[in-house]
């Protein structure tokens, strides 16, 4: 009875289960007919599994065929970052995945102390990052930000002792969105780009990370950091030190403050440059309306006008003989963008919209500081902490210019505004990436330190060294490069796990 | 042959209740499934379900067969386990994995609806963190915390049902 009845169940299940499969099925067809299955949105693979489009010296010779095979690759591997079967995974395994990858894969992979090999060591070399240069424990460390001092130029902007410095982390803020000429919307980010009409600027400067944290060590402290965010966060802090610019001028005197409209305590942000990387004084968006959790219900964090406002009553309150460092990260380019100001050629899209929130909260503070006291006394770099991830948003914008498509990494903008307005228009064209920013101030404060930076200075060395940048298009994904990528993670890793990029008794010693 | 075609139509009518019952929990489990996946395309992402439709064809039959496993499992267990006991965890256990796939995606659903991303290997090192919090209040996540209430007391119905149906199972052997 129990065996007939059990399989009576299971027939009648399989009924059922046919039943609305085929419904679904019907439904399907009906509504368009079955069509792409989505599987020529990947890049071809080779039979070894590897993914080749690569440009040979005959193809170079031809321009217009290397421009084809160049947009040939960009279109494989845009339609990968968008591939919709993104939507078809089964979310429970992807949770269980991430479970694993958090609490065990990094485990796993940073166990070890890992000894890099001398063929990675002379591909580091190539881009300007040299290796075990002082120390094999902390095999970052070097004595300069010039990896060959004779290079040294003074043919550049001076930043003079004791100027006050404010760096502006735009996020998500591509270069792309500040081309008008590109996009067509007239005054999207109208304020910022008076802002760089006043100031020199870097014009292919590249995001060198993604995300937000990861973007503002590699900025403030020309760092890669590779790991999911979890710095200072509870459930497995990261302990690792970097060496950031509030670091190196605390010794200079100066105070240091960051401000942001994201919350202070999103992955331990405030404990991390707090206790570890030199900052007095950290005000998240608990500091700046701290009216409860209804006031930031729309997003992340409060909206760029709040902190803009707040770094106005800031700099008021700041005295004019002490130079302060301040840094500030918005938020309303974030998805969910947060909305204060409409464009009115957005078409409803909100990130455009959040954008222009930000120029016009920026718009506020721009104005205020240039009539302000510290006017004269003061550099602003605006930047972005990144490029624009591939939200929805993004995507549909993106599809009225496809040939800028450059989701998570792109050109962002790098103004820096001297005082008096000096060097007001002056452009440099070099290729460099957000790594360089760093030794990049220093070398313009005329500043020189044992360091573990992975930038070198623009001005004097970056022409030397090859970017991370693929002009060619040529790409090769196999075996032997996977395991080098995994042995370079591991070696990451193992610095992250167990502090190993600063030495632990190091103190900023000036040469 | 026919006595056996017989016996299978007198199980069938006997024990009706059970196996309509066992059919509408798999076709529950499966409509829930394939009605997720649909929002989620439709609202949550750019695309449509024609933009994927044979691979979402493909997780249909996935679907099925796992809907299939799940609810046969169930009811084939209660058939053949008597003590109360063990029938009570069995329904418990079949709850508990009910309730885990919808928690995981109901998070997913708040991911996409937020964040523009589905859940995927990072998801760990992104969530809980204390900004996200501010979603759990929002007018959607209600309406999503309802979604998922509904479809659980559903389950939970017929879970009760197939349950007291598999109580009086021995009672047609008996006869």
Same mark, same amino acid.
């Given at each position: 009875m129990k065996a007939r009845l059990s399989i009576i169940v299971i027939v009648v299940n399989a009924v059922a289960a046919l039943a609305l499969g085929l419904l679904v099925a019907v439904c399907v067809w009906l509504s368009g007919l079955v069509g792409d299955d989505g599987r020529d949105r990947q890049p071809v693979k080779n039979s070894d599994g590897s993914i080749s489009v690569l440009v040979d010296k005959k193809t170079l010779m031809d321009r217009e065929k290397s421009i084809e095979r160049i947009k040939t690759a960009e279109k494989a591997f845009r339609n990968d970052i968008s591939d919709p079967r993104v939507y078809l995974r089964l979310p429970e395994s992807e949770f269980f995945r991430s479970l694993f990858a958090y609490y065990f894969l990094s485990k796993i992979m940073s166990a070890k102390p890992v000894t890099l090999d001398k063929a990675i060591i002379d591909l580091f070399k190539e881009r300007g990052q040299l290796l075990y240069s002082m120390d094999e424990r902390y095999p970052l460390m070097k004595k300069?930000? =010039?990896?060959?001092? @004779?290079? &040294?130029?003074?043919?550049?902007? %001076?930043?003079?002792p004791g100027t006050n410095v404010i760096i502006i982390f735009v996020e998500s803020l591509s270069d792309f969105f500040l081309k008008e000429e590109l996009h067509g919307l007239r005054g999207l980010t109208g *304020?910022?780009?008076?802002? $760089?009409?006043?100031?020199?600027?870097f014009t292919r400067m590249r995001n060198a990370s993604f995300p937000t944290i990861r973007g503002l060590i590699a900025a403030l402290g020309s760092g890669v950091y590779l790991l999911d965010e979890n710095i200072g966060g509870s459930r497995i802090p990261i302990p690792c030190r970097f060496l950031f610019l509030s670091n190196i001028l605390k010794k200079k005197g100066y105070t240091t403050i960051h401000a942001q409209a994201g919350s202070e305590h999103f992955i331990g942000m405030k404990d991390f440059f707090m206790k570890r990387e030199g900052y007095d004084y950290f005000y998240g968006c608990e500091s700046l309306i701290p009216r409860g959790i209804r006031d930031r219900e729309n997003g992340f964090g409060v909206d760029d006008d709040v902190l803009f406002g707040f770094v106005v009553e800031l700099l008021k309150k700041q005295p004019r003989n002490a130079p302060f460092l301040l840094t500030i990260s918005t938020i309303?380019?974030?998805?969910?963008? &947060?909305?204060?100001?409409? *464009?009115? $050629?957005?078409?409803?899209?909100?990130?455009?919209? %959040?954008?222009?929130?930000?120029? @016009? %909260?920026? $718009?506020?503070?721009?104005? =205020?500081?240039k009539k302000s006291p510290h006017a004269d006394n003061t550099v602003v770099i605006l930047t972005a902490d990144h490029a624009m991830g591939n939200n &929805?948003?993004?995507?549909?914008?993106?599809?009225? *210019?496809?040939? *800028?498509?450059?989701?998570?990494?792109?050109?962002i903008p790098c103004y820096i505004h001297f005082p008096g307005g000096a060097y007001r228009g002056v452009k440099n064209d070099t290729l460099c990436t957000s790594m360089d920013l760093?030794?990049?101030?220093?070398?313009?404060?005329?500043?020189?330190?044992?360091?573990?930076?992975? $930038?070198?200075?623009?001005f004097?060395? @970056?022409?030397?060294y090859k970017n991370m940048d693929n002009p060619t298009g040529a790409m090769k994904l196999d075996q032997a490069t996977i395991a080098q990528a995994k042995k370079i993670l591991a070696f990451y890793l193992n610095l992250y796990k167990e502090d190993r990029i600063l030495p632990k008794d190091y103190s900023v010693t000036l040469h | 042959m026919n006595s056996r075609i017989d016996v299978i139509k007198s199980t069938f009518i006997e024990k009706k209740g059970l196996i309509v019952a066992s059919a509408a929990l798999t076709f529950v489990v499966m409509l829930y499934f394939i009605v997720w996946h649909c929002s989620i395309i439709a609202i949550g992402s750019i695309y449509s379900i024609q933009d994927v439709s044979g691979d979402f064809l493909r997780l249909t039959a996935k679907y099925g067969a796992a809907s299939l496993i799940y609810s046969s499992a169930v009811c084939i267990s209660l058939i053949v386990f008597r003590r109360p006991v063990v029938r009570k965890f069995i329904v418990g256990f079949a709850l508990f994995l009910f309730f885990a796939s919808e928690f995981v995606r109901m998070f997913d659903w708040g991911a996409l609806y937020f964040g523009g991303a589905h859940v995927d290997s990072n998801f760990w090192a992104h969530a809980f963190y204390s900004d996200g919090t501010v979603y759990l209040t929002t007018w959607l996540s209600f309406g999503i915390y309802a979604s998922v209430l509904a479809i659980f007391a559903l389950v939970f119905a017929i879970l009760r049902k197939i349950y007291l149906y598999? #109580? !009086?199972? #021995?009672?047609?052997? !008996?006869?």
């Open positions: 300069s930000i =010039y990896l060959d001092p @004779r290079r &040294k130029t003074y043919n550049r902007p %001076a930043i003079r *304020h910022i780009n008076e802002m $760089g009409n006043e100031s020199f600027s309303n380019s974030h998805p969910p963008f &947060k909305v204060k100001e409409r *464009h009115p $050629g957005s078409d409803g899209n909100e990130m455009i919209d %959040a954008i222009h929130s930000t120029d @016009r %909260a920026f $718009g506020e503070f721009w104005e =205020y500081f &929805k948003q993004y995507i549909d914008f993106m599809k009225k *210019h496809e040939d *800028h498509f450059s989701p998570f990494f792109d050109i760093l030794p990049t101030l220093l070398e313009m404060m005329d500043m020189d330190l044992p360091n573990p930076f992975m $930038g070198i200075p623009i004097s060395e @970056r022409k030397y | 598999t #109580d !009086r199972v #021995d009672e047609g052997a !008996r006869s």
